[in-house]
C-alpha cells in the first residue's frame, strides 16, 4: 500500500531583513524537500512569506517542522504550518490553464471604497483573485492632493465570467460612481508584447481642436460651430461637414497656422508616455481627421514616427479653403491602422489606439487594446478600456509597467 504524500504550506511573517528566506531555504534543502509553489510579499517592511512543498517519504514531516519552528522563533518570526490533503493538492493543480484577466485600477488617488466594490464585482462574477500589486510609487504623506499624481493598483484574477457584458457594465458603474479608472484585460501573450500605438491628435494628444482654432482666426467659429452641431446630430456625414469646414477657412494666412502650432495644449502625459514607448521599442504614429501641418509639428516635438491626416491646401502663404489627397476619417483611421500593423509585421492584437471621438471607434474596436481618453460619454460606453482620470501616460499602466521601471 503506497505511503500517503506529506503536503505543507509554510506561512511566515514578521519583521522582513536580508537572509530570512536563504535561511528557511536552507533547512528545507538539508530535508531534501520539493518546492510546490512559493509567494513573497513585503509591505512596509513586513514580510509574508508563503511555502508549499512535499517532504520526502523518508524523513517525515516532524524534523522538518521543528527545524523551521526553531529557526523561526530564533529570527522573531511567525510560523504557521497546515496540512494539505493530497486530493485537495490534485484540485488545485487542475485548476490551472484556467483563464486569467487583469483588473486595473487607476486615478489620482486609490481608496478602499475604490478596492472594496472591483473586488465585490469581481467575486459576483465568479472570479478570484489571485496576487494584488501596486505599479504606481510610494506616496509620500507630504504629497498635498494638488500634487499627487498618479495612484495603480494591478489585480490578476482567475477563472471566466459568468457574463463578461455584465462584469463591464458593472466596471463602468463603478468608475461612474467612483471616479475612479477600471480596465479588465486578458491576460495573456499580447498583453506585454503590443508594438504599435496610435493616436487621434485633436483632444487626445492636444487639448484643444485644431479646426476651431483657424475657424476663430478665420471669423467663422460660429458658423464651423453650427456645421459641428449638425453632424453630431446626425444631420451631415463627416466628410461633408469637413469639406463645408474647410470651406470657411479660406484666406487663413499660414503665418496664423505656425502661430496656433507652436501655442498647442499637448495633454498631460503625453511626452512621457511618448518617450517611454520608444525607449521600450514601440513604434507611434498619429491617425487624425485633423490637419497635417498640425501632426507634423507634434511629430518633430514629440518623437512620433508616422502622421496621417487631412492636408489642407496653401497656395501664396493663405489657406485656399481646399483640401489634398483622401480625407482621413473614421473608416480610414482603421485601415490605417492594419496598414501600419502589416507594414510593422504585427498582429492586431499587438496594436493600441487611442482616442475621445466616434470617428476613433473604427480603430478603437480593431486594435488589441482600444483607449478611449477622455472620451465623450458614447465613446467609453462602446470601447472596451477607457481614462478619464489621469493624464496619457497612464497608459502604460495598462501595458504593466510600474513607476520604478520608467521613472
Not at 46 to 66: D, N, Y
Not at 145 to 160: I, Q, S, W
Not at 280 to 294: D, N, V
Amino acid at each position: 500500500m503506497n505511503q500517503k504524500r506529506e503536503i505543507i504550506l509554510l506561512n511566515i511573517s514578521g519583521d522582513d531583513r536580508p537572509g530570512l528566506t536563504a535561511e528557511l531555504t536552507r533547512i528545507l534543502a538539508y530535508y531534501k524537500v520539493q518546492i510546490l509553489d512559493i509567494g513573497q510579499a513585503v509591505i512596509h517592511n513586513t514580510l509574508s512569506l508563503g511555502i508549499l512543498f512535499e517532504v520526502p517519504k523518508e524523513c517525515g514531516t516532524s524534523p522538518v517542522l521543528k527545524d523551521l519552528l526553531f529557526k523561526g522563533y530564533e529570527m522573531g518570526l511567525k510560523a504557521k504550518f497546515t496540512p494539505i490533503d493530497e486530493k485537495d493538492y490534485s484540485y488545485w493543480v487542475s485548476l490551472q490553464g484556467k483563464e486569467r484577466y487583469i483588473v486595473t485600477l487607476l486615478g489620482r488617488k486609490i481608496l478602499a471604497v475604490h478596492l472594496s466594490m472591483v473586488s465585490k464585482a469581481i467575486s459576483e462574477e465568479g472570479l478570484n483573485i489571485d496576487t494584488i500589486n501596486r505599479l504606481s510609487g510610494r506616496i509620500s504623506l507630504e504629497e498635498s492632493e494638488n500634487t499627487m499624481k498618479r495612484a495603480c493598483v494591478e489585480l490578476f484574477v482567475r477563472g471566466t465570467p459568468l457574463s463578461p457584458e455584465n462584469m463591464k457594465k458593472q466596471l463602468m458603474e463603478i468608475s461612474r460612481i467612483t471616479g475612479i479608472d477600471v480596465a479588465f484585460q486578458k491576460d495573456d501573450v499580447f498583453r506585454r508584447n503590443r508594438r504599435l500605438v496610435c493616436f487621434d491628435m485633436d483632444s487626445t494628444l492636444i487639448q484643444t481642436e485644431v479646426i476651431v482654432e483657424l475657424a476663430k482666426a478665420a471669423g467663422k467659429g460660429d458658423e464651423v460651430h453650427e456645421i459641428t452641431e449638425a453632424a453630431m446630430r446626425g444631420e451631415l456625414d463627416f466628410q461633408e461637414s469637413f469639406k463645408q469646414r474647410i470651406k470657411l477657412l479660406k484666406g487663413v494666412k499660414e503665418s496664423v497656422l505656425k502661430e496656433i502650432a507652436v501655442n498647442l495644449p499637448i495633454t498631460e502625459g503625453a511626452a512621457r508616455l511618448i518617450s517611454h514607448l520608444k525607449k521600450f521599442g514601440y513604434k507611434t504614429a498619429i491617425l487624425s481627421g485633423g490637419f497635417t501641418y498640425f501632426g507634423n509639428y507634434l511629430k518633430e516635438v514629440l518623437g512620433i514616427d508616422k502622421v496621417y491626416a487631412n492636408e489642407l491646401e496653401i497656395k501664396n502663404g493663405e489657406l485656399t479653403g481646399n483640401y489634398l489627397g483622401e480625407i482621413v476619417d473614421g473608416a480610414k483611421k482603421a485601415e490605417l491602422l492594419k496598414k501600419l500593423a502589416f507594414e510593422e509585421g504585427l498582429k492586431l492584437e499587438q496594436v493600441i489606439a487611442v482616442g475621445d471621438g466616434a470617428n476613433d471607434l473604427p480603430m478603437l474596436s480593431l486594435a488589441g487594446l482600444g483607449i478611449a481618453f477622455h472620451a465623450k460619454p458614447i465613446v467609453k460606453e462602446q470601447a472596451e478600456h477607457s481614462i478619464s482620470t489621469v493624464g496619457l501616460d497612464g497608459i502604460l499602466y495598462l501595458l504593466g509597467f510600474r513607476d520604478r521601471e520608467i521613472n
